[in-house]
DNA sequence: CTAAAGCCTCCCCTGTAGGGGAGAGTCAAG
DNA sequence: CTTGACTCTCCCCTACAGGGGAGGCTTTAG
């Protein structure tokens, strides 16, 4: 009935280190430990396990998905506090595809003008024309 | 004529541990050191600092910036290697937005459909059936 | 001369999600 | 009984750009 920690990596197709570390933060704790210290997994490991990887995919970190997974412990149903959570983790999303928008616009903007400048009437003290700090 | 690292960290706008920093990692270094080992920097030390951090702006890191000030003291234009450099980078950051992009679509997707489901419908072995880890 | 301010090097710390490996105990098969 | 596979804890390491602080010189102003 139980896995120990090698088994439970393996079908759910990840590292030992990966599900040790899961444990220490508390998003993944064995169900009981054997008497030798080995962590014993029940096979609704494989759920959380999944769970975490889902919450993960959509951008989650592991310090908010053990948030998740404390309240769900604690019997109340989390779904508030997800929904929060994603809908800041998009305004955080918006905001950085904004900037990173701005500054590839910047980059080919850049790029298009080094197409157009001489090498050759580089200034060695500001070290290179296509990238001018405003000196 | 020779400032002294406070100095220019003042003038520069910035701390002395970045001076400092940038010294060690090979961005920029003092013109010499005093008889007491003090760093000291040329008039020329501020345009340096001011392409260091125009060049952070457009996105390169102190490690390529490093690479761009090696080719100018080298001797070479580093223009068409900083060409490369922008486009390479501007390649990346069109890669990484459509990742945000579909990253931040499927979190509003995920909001939508929160809002449709029953939170005493979440099964807890599930943690929340907002998060689907397809169990 | 003395005190304050400035400077030096060296070392540890930050966040993220683990990876690598040491040294030691445990479990199953031959 | 032994060997090999598995497991345990503990500690250091990664990228990035510095920040914080200790302990000890040096310089400058009063």
């Given at each position: 009935m139980a896995m120990r920690i090698g088994e439970l990596a393996e079908r759910a197709g990840t590292s030992v280190k990966t599900i040790r570390y899961y444990d220490r933060i508390g998003v993944l704790r064995p169900a009981e430990r054997s008497e030798s210290g080995y962590r014993l997994y029940g096979v609704d490991a494989l759920d959380r396990y999944r769970f975490v990887r889902a919450a993960q995919a959509v951008g989650l970190r592991l310090g908010e998905i053990r948030e998740i997974i404390a309240l769900r412990d604690g019997g109340e149903t989390p779904c508030g506090f997800v929904v929060d959570l994603i809908g800041r983790r998009a305004a955080e999303l918006d905001a950085r595809i904004a900037e990173l928008v701005a500054l590839r616009d910047e980059l080919r903007s850049l790029d298009r003008r080094a197409r157009r400048l001489?090498?050759?009437?580089?200034?060695p003290r500001l070290v290179c024309h296509v990238i001018d700090g405003g000196a």
């Open positions: 001489d090498p050759r009437r580089c200034d």
